[in-house]
């Protein structure tokens, strides 16, 4: 039974894009950034700029890529979308399965995370605080974890490109402003004089319990796909 066209509800789009949003990279890349502004004493006018441009940088990669993909996958015949959501939604299961890994072995063996040599890349870019190289290291960040750690964006633009119009538009740009807010809250509360420390400590603190809220979210928005492929789940 082929796909019908459902768009998936505003709840979907916004649970997955709030546990996508705890991501490690590009949380790690602003904490890293910030850190830079404050050790060459940047004033806090510089800081919100830099970070902000940064943090818009992400926010534009990824819906352009998310604009680019959706409509690629929405061209393909219905037909067809039922044995490719089967296939994503395998794809987007084994993903929450080796995120759920790292939560209790983490690091060891294979693990959804950017290549050390991006992860050097990135960190050297960094180091560039100028108007185009924040804008650079966000693009870079948002281009190079898409693939390591994009599979919940996965599967809401699989979803989305069942039934590709303005509506579906909409919640594509619904999730990227979600995807980025826990950069803005971090920029705003070292802004306003929280302690950059916390945050890293946080981070560290919490990586595998990030890890497995993104596993198991995974894991069930793969379900979901495949329910959806055979006919069984629709939004109706």
Same mark, same amino acid.
């Given at each position: =039974?082929?796909?019908?066209?459902?768009?998936?509800?505003? !709840?979907?789009?916004?649970?997955?894009?709030?546990?996508?949003?705890?991501?490690?990279?590009?949380?790690?890349?602003?904490?890293?950034?910030?850190?830079?502004?404050?050790?060459? #004493?940047?004033?806090?006018?510089?800081?919100?700029?830099?970070?902000?441009?940064?943090? @818009?940088?992400?926010?534009?990669?990824?819906?352009?890529?998310?604009?680019?993909?959706?409509?690629?996958?929405?061209?393909?015949?219905?037909?067809?979308?039922?044995?490719?959501?089967?296939?994503?939604? +395998?794809?987007?299961?084994?993903?929450?399965?080796?995120?759920?890994?790292? @939560?209790?072995?983490? %690091?060891?063996?294979?693990?959804?995370?950017?290549?050390?040599?991006?992860?050097?890349?990135?960190?050297?870019?960094?180091?560039?605080?100028?108007?185009?190289?924040?804008?650079?290291?966000?693009?870079?960040?948002?281009?190079?974890?898409?693939?390591?750690?994009?599979?919940?964006?996965?599967?809401?633009?699989?979803?989305?490109?069942?039934?590709?119009?303005?509506? !579906?538009?909409?919640?594509?740009?619904?999730?990227?402003?979600?995807?980025?807010?826990? +950069?803005?809250?971090?920029?705003?509360?070292?802004?306003?004089?929280? #302690? +950059?420390?916390?945050?890293?400590?946080?981070?560290?603190?919490? #990586? %595998?319990? =990030?890890?497995?809220?993104?596993?198991?979210?995974?894991?069930?928005? %793969?379900?979901? +796909?495949?329910?959806?492929?055979?006919?069984?789940?629709?939004?109706?």
């Amino acid at each position: =039974m082929a796909v019908e066209a459902y768009l998936p509800t505003i !709840a979907t789009v916004v649970v997955t894009a709030l546990i996508d949003s705890i991501n490690p990279c590009a949380i790690g890349v602003l904490i890293l950034m910030i850190s830079i502004l404050l050790g060459k #004493r940047k004033s806090m006018h510089d800081m919100l700029l830099y970070g902000g441009l940064y943090i @818009f940088a992400v926010f534009l990669t990824y819906l352009l890529a998310g604009i680019g993909l959706t409509y690629a996958l929405s061209t393909i015949p219905l037909f067809v979308t039922e044995y490719l959501s089967i296939g994503v939604g +395998l794809l987007i299961v084994f993903a929450g399965l080796l995120e759920v890994k790292d @939560f209790f072995w983490y %690091g060891k063996g294979f693990s959804l995370q950017i290549p050390a040599r991006f992860a050097a890349k990135i960190d050297r870019y960094a180091q560039n605080v100028t108007i185009p190289g924040v804008i650079l290291v966000g693009m870079f960040v948002a281009a190079v974890e898409l693939p390591c750690t994009g599979a919940p964006y996965l599967a809401i633009i699989t979803l989305l490109s069942q039934y590709f119009d303005f509506t !579906a538009l909409l919640l594509l740009v619904l999730y990227n402003v979600i995807f980025v807010l826990p +950069l803005i809250f971090i920029l705003l509360a070292v802004a306003a004089g929280k #302690r +950059l420390s916390t945050f890293k400590k946080w981070k560290q603190d919490n #990586r %595998g319990t =990030m890890r497995l809220f993104i596993g198991l979210m995974l894991i069930g928005m %793969g379900w979901l +796909l495949m329910l959806i492929a055979n006919g069984t789940i629709n939004f109706g």
